[in-house]
């Protein structure tokens, strides 16, 4: 909101210098003879530059929630990147994304948009955060699917890494390397960390075991 604040401010100004150019101020008899081109110039590139982080983030909106509604499986799923604000704001702040299945939204807090979208634009230079957070969209879309046990949630998002990778535009052989990288880093960790982290871990999620899926292109293949 902000941001679009800073652009509408700055706008307004540059279409006030021209708006004078034909009509006279208050106060005066006739408009301005000289519009500084320079002035609109400057304050619109302004406007323009304020403007381009939420068009980003629009745009990457969008993206996001047609490949979630692929993965899904669902024509109800709505990505929506969370401000600092929004975030600060949100009843689920402590969480790094949520999603309802009846409205289809899926939120993420701030800053995992922006992870997510360093990721998705250099995948070869991934850090723990970036693969993290194609995880934390697969996982996301699955609660989308209906699933709300967490432990359930996570292994469904386990095995689909690679799907929504590819999805998201990542090599596959990337998407293997990083999606087996966070199935056998941070996901067994949580095992290991137990408490809150451990709700997300179970020992049945790995080949051959029951939350095996079979998937014909599951991670694990």
Request: net charge neutral; with cysteine; proline share 5%.
């Amino acid at each position: 909101m902000l941001w679009w604040f800073c652009s509408a401010f700055f706008l307004w100004l540059a279409a006030r210098e021209v708006f004078y150019g034909f009509v006279p101020r208050r106060g005066f008899e006739a408009p301005n003879p000289k519009i500084s081109i320079p002035y609109v110039l400057t304050t619109a590139a302004i406007a323009a530059a304020f403007a381009y982080t939420p068009i980003r983030f629009w745009k990457f909106e969008q993206f996001l929630s047609d490949k979630a509604k692929i993965l899904a499986e669902s024509d109800k799923a709505f990505v929506h990147c969370n401000s600092v604000v929004d975030s600060a704001l949100d009843t689920n702040v402590f969480a790094a994304g949520h999603a309802d299945p009846k409205t289809g939204r899926i939120v993420f807090q701030h800053p995992w948009c922006g992870d997510l979208m360093d990721y998705l634009e250099d995948p070869r230079r991934a850090t723990l955060k970036g693969i993290h957070s194609v995880h934390l969209f697969t996982h996301e879309a699955m609660h989308i699917r209906g699933e709300m046990n967490e432990a359930k949630t996570d292994c469904q998002a386990i095995q689909r890494f690679v799907r929504a990778a590819t999805l998201l535009g990542v090599p596959e052989e990337l998407a293997r390397q990083h999606g087996m990288a966070n199935y056998n880093g941070t996901y067994k960790q949580r095992g290991a960390i137990g408490g809150m982290a451990g709700q997300y871990f179970s020992t049945e999620c790995a080949p051959g075991k029951a939350l095996d899926e079979q998937l014909p292109d599951s991670t694990w293949k």
